[in-house]
């Protein structure tokens, strides 16, 4: 008896710029979806804003009586601080629940009847997505700060660079957490658990609501080693805001492609597994 | 004819009944709750390490002002913080069918969505006042513990009125998505703190004229017997829960005109 599955067959590889053209393409869409969201766009930006506004001001009183706090100066600590509420939008840490409610609806079936791979649609409308979130969430909050705060610009020419590579690692290591914790509803249909997991350790072990290196270097050390947490928010903040211990902008770069190509990994084995064991109800 | 329940009572009880029948979901539900409040523990003591003071309190003094706030804001969680749903409510069309019961509104959306898991996040915030008033050391009187008890309450009172105020606004504004969370999510993180943090017209704003200074800042000075940085009289402590009356009428003011102003979105 023949194989069966419950995917179609892949459409073969004719030539590279075909490939790059169609993950334009769905970028693209990605990017035109979120820009219709408007309102919840600015309604984000206003909570981001308000809590940049709280985060500031407990990091400024730790470091009120040194002026430094863990080898960042309080104007890296602004950067720091309003980078991050930026990076909430862009890497897009919470509330994406799209996968999830698919697998649980049975709508999943529309992707898996496409002919290249759910995770590569999905990757490429992340990316187009993330783009039109570094116009209007990354943007507006950093000017805010900049208005009342004294921030810490980057001082070498190469940090834009290393920066925007670091941004570009941590929306696809966000990408692929996502995808995995979404992943889960294949097993368990009712997703909750796992995401409330996510939400706690993404933001804590994150560095979102304080820097990493404010916590003892073993357990940091095992934090940037052992999950993709620090690759997410901490690793582009430390390379934007110039921290000058360690680890450095090359070690972050390379610990964050390590973490990217790993999980994009896990990712494919996931959906793969669940793709053998998925039974799509109804009719 | 049998005693029958208060209608009230009774949507609640219905509510908890079917919660818990999803036993799985219930119980990480529960874990996930006190998550939420543990990130904000672990933060605020991880500041801690690389200082010993905030804004001139010491950690006890902070973990004290910060445990106010968290039962405070557990209560009013767990009594109206579903008042959130009302704008799934007003796009779906589910609140015509509440409207249209011989019952007061905002009562029955309060017991449509009672949420007794809510209840864990209560019991761990008192754990962690009950150890921060012991590290503290707090001197205690009669008029302080009554203090205390009447605090944590009024301070329910008065994140409950934000709850209410800020879902109003679902009323004008179906999409406001997230936008309630400035002042309640935003309102319990500032009163977790020392307000002599803040700079001085973020202070003015959220501390005095929207009042979050009076929740737990001010009765927990009154309780520790310190003077107020910004020099306000040591008895500002003991008025301060007054506070919570107040907006809780004029959050009921919005409520009622966003209610009279709802036109249904149909079907």
Not at chain 2, 7 to 33: E, I
Not at chain 2, 136 to 147: E, G, I, M, R, Y
Request: proline content about 5%.
């Amino acid at each position: 008896m023949p194989n069966v599955t419950a995917t179609v067959a892949r459409v073969p590889f004719r030539n590279f710029s075909e490939v790059v053209g169609r993950f334009g393409a769905l970028a693209a869409i990605g990017f035109r979806r979120y820009s219709t969201y408007r309102q919840a766009a600015l309604a984000s930006l206003a909570t981001n804003t308000m809590f940049g506004f709280l985060r500031s001001y407990v990091l400024l009183a730790v470091a009120a009586g040194t002026g430094t706090a863990a080898g960042y100066s309080t104007q890296q600590l602004m950067t720091f601080v309003w980078l991050g509420q930026g990076l909430i939008g862009v890497v897009l840490l919470w509330g994406w629940t799209d996968l999830a409610d698919r697998i649980r609806t049975g709508d999943i079936v529309m992707d898996l009847l496409r002919p290249q791979r759910a995770i590569t649609t999905y990757l490429a409308q992340d990316l187009g997505r993330a783009g039109l979130a570094m116009l209007i969430r990354f943007t507006p909050p950093l000017v805010i700060a900049a208005l009342v705060f004294d921030l810490a610009l980057p001082q070498r020419a190469a940090t834009y660079p290393l920066g925007l590579i670091s941004i570009t690692l941590a929306v696809v290591i966000c990408f692929c957490c996502r995808y995995l914790v979404n992943c889960c509803a294949y097993w368990l249909l009712d997703n909750r658990g796992p995401t409330m997991i996510w939400v706690f350790c993404s933001g804590l072990l994150g560095g979102l609501y304080f820097p990493l290196h404010f916590l003892p270097q073993p357990i940091m050390w095992a934090l940037w080693l052992g999950t993709p947490f620090p690759s997410i928010l901490q690793a582009p903040l430390d390379v934007i805001s110039e921290y000058a211990g360690s680890p450095g902008p090359a070690t972050i770069l390379g610990l964050q492609v390590a973490w990217a190509a790993l999980l994009l990994v896990a990712c494919e084995l996931v959906q793969r597994r669940a793709e053998r064991r998925l039974v799509v109800q109804g009719g | 004819m049998a005693e029958r329940p208060h209608p009230y009572l009774a949507l609640a009880v219905a509510q908890v009944r079917s919660q818990a029948s999803y036993r799985m979901s219930f119980w990480m539900d529960l874990a996930g709750n006190l998550f939420v409040l543990s990130a904000d523990l672990l933060a605020l003591l991880i500041m801690f390490r690389i200082t010993d003071d905030l804004g001139g309190f010491s950690r006890p003094q902070v973990l004290v002002m910060f445990g106010i706030s968290a039962v405070a804001f557990a209560l009013a969680d767990l009594s109206v913080g579903n008042i959130e749903r009302v704008r799934a409510y007003i796009r779906t069309g589910t609140l015509d069918t509440v409207l249209v019961r011989p019952l007061g509104v905002l009562g029955q959306l309060l017991a449509l969505d009672f949420s007794i898991r809510r209840l864990s996040r209560v019991l761990y915030a008192i754990a962690i006042l009950t150890v921060a008033l012991r590290s503290a050391q707090v001197s205690w009187t009669p008029s302080k513990a009554l203090l205390l008890v009447v605090a944590v309450l009024a301070g329910a009172v008065f994140f409950g009125a934000l709850f209410v105020a800020t879902a109003t606004v679902a009323f004008w504004w179906i999409e406001s998505g997230e936008l309630g969370n400035i002042v309640t999510y935003g309102g319990r993180d500032f009163t977790s703190y020392p307000i002599s943090i803040y700079g001085a017209w973020f202070r003015r704003l959220f501390g005095f004229v929207l009042g979050l200074g009076f929740v737990a800042y001010y009765p927990a000075l009154a309780l520790l017997g310190l003077p107020d940085p910004a020099g306000l009289p040591d008895w500002t402590g003991w008025v301060a829960p007054a506070a919570a009356p107040v907006a809780a009428a004029v959050s009921a003011l919005i409520w009622r005109t966003g209610v009279r102003h709802y036109r249904s979105t149909g079907s």
